[in-house]
């Protein structure tokens, strides 16, 4: 009788376990099922998040959303709390200028976005854009208002992958723009196959004739005489880089060539271009700027300021390990500011040919 008893025992020891296991196995795909459906308010397309999350379970989802503070966000995390798909959207000018002041002190704007998209991909694979957003009135400066969306996809490296994340980009800023009221037509959802362009490298010689002439035909730093140049510019892009780099495969930036349209702020900083941020702020009247550290001509390029910035890349002027920098004489101080002078003139006189811009004005 005891040895029947103790062997129920643990055949319902057993089948307790069996149970337990397959309820897990079933929970867990019940679980991903379910924030999946419900993550960022149920407007993350299926078939983008799975490719994005790859085989990720999934663990928690929230979102938050006050129309008054002109604020969106969501994130959807995995089981071992990294992201899979972040979404913040801000309206407000403050909360617009406090977050990209991060781009280029932390992450350079990196890639272009196919199509005309307002906006680029950072070297976080973070892609930001930023619509106008037209019902919400105007700007204390009579401009119309934007909103500003950052869509980040923490396992999107593959080129598919890459795809799916820009049509999530460009979804979720559709949706946060009806969510915040701004009205207007929404984004045009890019092809399947698009993906951020980082542009393509080429010598100082193929760069001739391209976007990046200025950086072909003007005297180039010492180190970058055999040096290389990336050019990432899309036609009607927002942001554009033209990048002179040292020799080698990774061969460190020297020079710097970008141009920005559109009020991005006045909190922009590119590394490389000294203490002072980029001169685009919304409140002020957008001047020509030249320092030792970055040089500035402005025009109107489809009826809105444009920028273009000449700056030097980000450890210019180069040291090696433990040497300490050397202050820098008057002179050389001088014929900083006339070769970033040189450089702009020429990349910005370029670029207004290009886009039938008007009203040129480069640094004396």
Do not use: I
């Amino acid at each position: 009788m005891l040895r029947r008893y103790r062997k129920w025992l643990v055949g319902t020891g057993c089948a307790l376990v069996v149970l337990a296991l397959v309820g897990l196995t079933v929970r867990a795909p019940v679980k991903d099922w379910w924030l999946a459906r419900e993550a960022c308010g149920g407007k993350l397309p299926d078939g983008d998040l799975d490719t994005v999350r790859t085989d990720a379970r999934l663990g928690e989802e929230r979102e938050f959303f006050d129309r008054d503070l002109g604020q969106y966000r969501c994130v959807l995390e995995n089981d071992e709390g990294k992201v899979v798909v972040a979404v913040d959207a801000y309206l407000r000018e403050s909360d617009r200028e406090s977050e990209l002041s991060r781009v280029g002190a932390a992450y350079q704007p990196r890639a272009v976005l196919p199509g005309g998209l307002p906006g680029f991909e950072d070297d976080n694979s973070r892609v930001y854009l930023m619509p106008d957003c037209p019902r919400a009135g105007k700007d204390p400066s009579g401009r119309e208002r934007k909103l500003l969306v950052g869509t980040w996809a923490y396992f999107a490296e593959s080129r598919e992958e890459k795809a799916a994340m820009l049509r999530l980009a460009v979804r979720m800023t559709n949706e946060a723009r009806e969510k915040l009221g701004c009205g207007g037509q929404p984004l045009a959802a890019p092809r399947k196959d698009a993906v951020p362009d980082t542009g393509r490298s080429m010598s100082r010689a193929d760069a001739k004739g391209t976007v990046c002439d200025a950086l072909a035909t003007l005297p180039p730093p010492e180190d970058g005489r055999n040096g290389r140049v990336r050019a990432a510019m899309a036609d009607g892009g927002l942001v554009g880089r033209c990048t002179l780099r040292a020799p080698g495969e990774r061969g460190r930036p020297l020079v710097e060539l970008t141009r920005w349209r559109g009020d991005w702020g006045g909190r922009v900083r590119e590394m490389g271009s000294g203490p002072d941020p980029l001169p685009m702020s919304p409140r002020g009247v957008w001047q020509p700027a030249l320092s030792e550290h970055r040089a500035w001509a402005v025009a109107r390029c489809d009826g809105e300021n444009t920028g273009f910035a000449a700056h030097w890349g980000y450890d210019y002027p180069y040291l090696e390990e433990g040497e300490k920098p050397k202050p820098r004489s008057a002179p050389e101080r001088r014929a900083d500011r006339d070769r970033l002078r040189a450089y702009v003139t020429a990349f910005a006189k370029d670029q207004v040919r290009r886009g039938g811009c008007t009203g040129l004005k480069v640094p004396r």
